[in-house]
């Protein structure tokens, strides 16, 4: 019987270091090349400090050289390989001077991280078609130029394409239709590409829930500002509904490393996109019930988060300190806009 007991121990033993051993490996990343857009702070700038603690040179692009200044010194103080590459992601023609640039001074490409967005935060009547025009040329044009142009050499090296998206790009929120309407679209690109493309390129698409990146502070509230940030910052920022942003960044590297094609981050995420699949109906009804109580159209008035939060009182700060903390501490520095680009379109009924 001992015979018996101890030979079954040993076969479940080897088998399970049978299994271990097939389990995909991490890639060795060390001296690739990785390139992170929005790269200059909050999520993206955490993706680069995990890419360049793995052994990466990293490229990091943004529109502001300030906040670019800033991330790269964040970076090299890390002992990271970084640079820094000021480029407007929404115009055609900078994603070129930026693609050949990369090639240029940097040789070929080994992973492409999307990541770049904007947060317009509003209800529909106070909206323009340049708002929806804006999220889809950030979120869904840029990464599609940015891939297709990178491609050819992502081939060669059997590179990496990760494509941050948001639960926002499952479940269409209320107040959030540009942000909503660029990532549903992102999220297609990415998918189907990765659909039709051969395996030497590893595609990664990335659906986060709510993370405490201090997002809040840069994003823009139109209508109502100060009632928008109410609930935008707190939501964003609540520690049950929410993930740490360094932990999501973690999880993100990681799963590109294993060769995963698929990252679902937090349970709230994955509740609401089973919910979405088993009873749409139901999901609906529901946004629509929040759509309901969320504030009403009152003008054109826009602001950015870190203006709208000077109003707040002590116990919203209180509510919404921990992703207060992660602003400061992951370059969340929101940089005003000129006025030409902060369009205040009229309220439609």
């Known amino acids: 019987m001992r015979w018996t007991t101890a030979a079954a121990a040993a076969a479940t033993a080897a088998a399970a270091a049978t299994a271990w051993r097939a389990l995909p490996r991490p890639a060795d990343l060390t001296g690739r090349t ?37 991330a790269v010194d964040d970076l090299r103080g890390r002992g990271i390989d970084a640079h820094g590459l000021a480029c407007d992601l929404r115009v055609e023609a900078e994603i070129a001077a930026l693609t050949a640039r990369v090639s240029g001074e940097f040789g070929p490409l080994d992973i492409l991280v999307n990541n770049a967005g904007v947060i317009r935060v509003g209800p529909i009547a106070a909206l323009s078609e340049e708002d929806l025009a804006e999220a889809l040329d950030l979120m869904f044009w840029a990464p599609y130029r940015l891939t297709r142009a990178f491609l050819p050499e992502l081939r060669e090296r059997s590179g990496n394409v990760v494509t941050v998206t948001s639960i926002g790009a499952k479940v269409s929120v209320p107040h959030l239709l540009p942000y ?3 990532k549903f679209a992102e999220a297609a690109l990415a998918e189907g590409m990765d659909a039709e493309t051969p395996g030497d390129v590893r595609f990664t698409t990335v659906v986060p829930g709510l993370m405490r990146t201090g997002s809040h502070v840069g994003a823009e509230f139109i209508s ?3 009632a928008e940030y109410a609930w935008f910052a707190l939501l964003s920022g609540l520690p049950v509904l929410s993930m740490d942003a360094e932990r999501a960044a973690r999880a993100i590297v990681r799963g590109m490393r294993q060769g995963r094609r698929y990252i679902v981050l937090t ?8 919910a979405k699949g088993v009873a749409p109906g139901l999901v609906q009804t529901a946004l629509r019930a929040t759509g309901a109580v969320l504030p009403g159209a009152a003008g054109t008035e826009l602001e950015t988060g870190e203006q709208a939060r000077e109003r707040t009182g002590p116990v919203l700060r209180l509510l919404t300190r921990l992703n207060d903390t992660a602003s400061r501490r992951f370059n969340q520095v929101p940089r005003p806009r000129p006025e030409a680009e902060m369009p205040r379109p009229e309220a439609r009924g």
């Not at 349970?267 to 089973?274: C, D, N, Q, S, T």
């Open 34 to 70: 990785a390139l992170v857009t929005g790269g200059s702070r909050g999520l993206g700038l955490l993706i680069a400090r995990e890419l360049g603690a793995a052994g990466c040179r990293v490229l990091v692009c943004a529109r502001s050289g300030d906040e670019l200044d800033t």
């Open 180 to 182: 909503s309407v660029g």
């Open 224 to 226: 109502r500002p100060g």
């Open 267 to 274: 349970p709230a995420a994955r509740v609401a996109m089973a």
